[in-house]
């Protein structure tokens, strides 16, 4: 029999990503969030990455920023997508449950992520793909979008392109995410206004 072209479990994981954001909405532009996990499962399925890849792209962010826990993704989808999802999520709080701040979440990060296996970074890389076509489409478009972030432009760029150089490289598809993210990262550095048309093209 052909491969089924959507499976029990990806329809149970596109489910479960759109429960968990429900509530919640894209930075700036009042999109659904649910937007951006589907947004980065699809660049990877489109890579051909398997499904475990493609479900854990769906709750990459579900366990950092919603109710879910990791020993609960384990229990539905396994324990190879736990551990992608697990590589993926920030420790947002400090031990009393205060909100760390954004610089010190995005350094240990980082940090963590060294060694992290190369399915866990293109997840990460697809990520900052999907986010960075989604501020150059919303600067586009007219929204201020520097302001919403928890972090001066600077630091938002320099964590972008720190992230990128510093995993995109040592496996031909980590390398074809980091050349898309440098296409549109160099927009977005440049400061120049770009158009919808210039955003289509960038890593396309």
């Known amino acids: 029999m052909d491969q089924p072209l959507m499976t029990m479990a990806l329809e149970c994981a596109l489910r479960r990503a759109a429960s968990c954001h429900r509530n919640q909405e894209r930075r700036g532009s009042g999109v659904p969030y649910v937007e951006h996990p589907v947004g980065v499962a699809w660049i990877l ?26 020993e609960q993704v384990r229990a539905e989808f396994g324990p190879e997508v736990a551990e992608l999802v697990g590589h993926c999520s920030e420790v947002k709080t400090d031990t009393q ?18 060694g992290a296996p190369v399915d866990a970074l293109a997840i990460l890389l697809a990520d900052k793909l999907h986010n960075l076509r ?4 919303d600067l586009a478009e007219g929204r201020p979008v520097w302001s919403t972030f928890h972090a001066e432009r600077a630091q938002v760029l320099w964590f972008y392109r720190t992230t990128i150089d510093r995993f995109g490289s040592g496996d031909p598809r980590l390398e074809i995410l980091a050349s898309h993210c440098r296409q549109i990262l160099q927009i977005l550095e440049s400061g120049e206004p770009a158009n919808s048309g210039e955003i289509s093209g960038a890593g396309g």
């Open 134 to 137: 989604s501020i150059a489409l």
């Open 97 to 114: 449950g205060r909100k760390r701040p954004w610089i010190d979440r995005k350094r240990d990060h980082l940090a963590a992520l060294e």
């Open 45 to 70: 399925d489109r890579l051909g990455y398997p499904e475990p890849v493609v479900i854990a792209a769906l709750l990459h962010d579900a366990v950092e920023d919603t109710e879910l826990t990791l």
